[in-house]
């Protein structure tokens, strides 16, 4: 029969006395021991079961089965768990913004976010004045900016959602700072338009525009 010393040790540790420790760390180690059922470690021990000396030690075996389960257990990243490790690593969901690329021209919206129709219109059709896009609608007779001959980008594009994230952050700050304030409405970036301005080696830049649309 072999004493192992390092189970021995640990269970001396733990606060069991040496000669229970001897006696129990006899031919197991602590896989062992955990897996012993009352019965035998009383056995084990020639102690009754109600005496104060084996509730102890059960005590410190049960505690340390329960930490190697709390253990295993906190290996399985639970929805809570990944909420935490959001707030405290929030940089693990950051998601790359594809307007800081080399590649990617500078792009804008044509106007700000949050402005009323009349606002936008005079905006836009101030900024796209040169191609004298000013029509008159076929219906009410009223001006209006033929955006629809500006080339498309998807509203699902990255580009415009960067922009729709960082635009609808301010206005909820704004929102925060004033209850007053009104919110943006659902969808509100569609039918706007984009300023894309790009470098150029002859004329030092060139200015695009381009409309968001929901579909082709």
């Known amino acids: 029969m072999v004493v192992k010393s390092a189970t021995k040790k640990r269970l001396m540790e733990l606060g069991v006395s040496e000669e229970f420790a001897h006696k129990l760390a006899t031919d ?19 102690v009754s079961k109600d005496s104060e000396q ?10 340390q089965g329960s930490r190697r389960r709390s253990k295993a257990k906190s ?56 191609w004298q896009m000013i029509q008159a609608d076929d219906e009410t007779g009223e001006p209006r900016i033929a955006k629809e001959l500006l080339p498309k980008i998807l509203i699902s594009d990255p580009i415009v959602q960067v922009i729709k994230e960082v635009e609808e952050a301010r206005d909820n700050a704004r929102l925060a700072a004033d209850a007053e304030h009104k919110p943006l409405a659902a969808g509100w970036i569609a039918d706007r338009v984009l300023k894309v301005v790009r470098k150029s080696p002859s ?3 060139s200015v695009a525009y381009r409309l968001i649309v929901e579909g082709n």
């Open 203 to 205: 004329a030092g830049k």
């Open 54 to 63: 084996f509730t102890n030690t059960m005590s410190v075996i049960a505690e």
């Open 28 to 46: 197991r180690n602590m896989t062992d021991i955990k897996a012993m059922s009352s019965d035998e470690v009383a056995s084990t021990l020639g």
């Open 75 to 130: 290996k399985k990243i639970t929805i809570r768990a990944k909420a935490i490790d959001d707030f405290d690593r929030p940089e693990i969901t950051r998601r790359f913004n594809a307007l800081n690329h080399d590649l990617v021209p500078h792009q804008e919206l044509v106007g700000e976010a949050n402005i009323s129709v009349e606002e936008q219109f005079a905006i836009e059709s101030d900024e796209l004045a040169p």
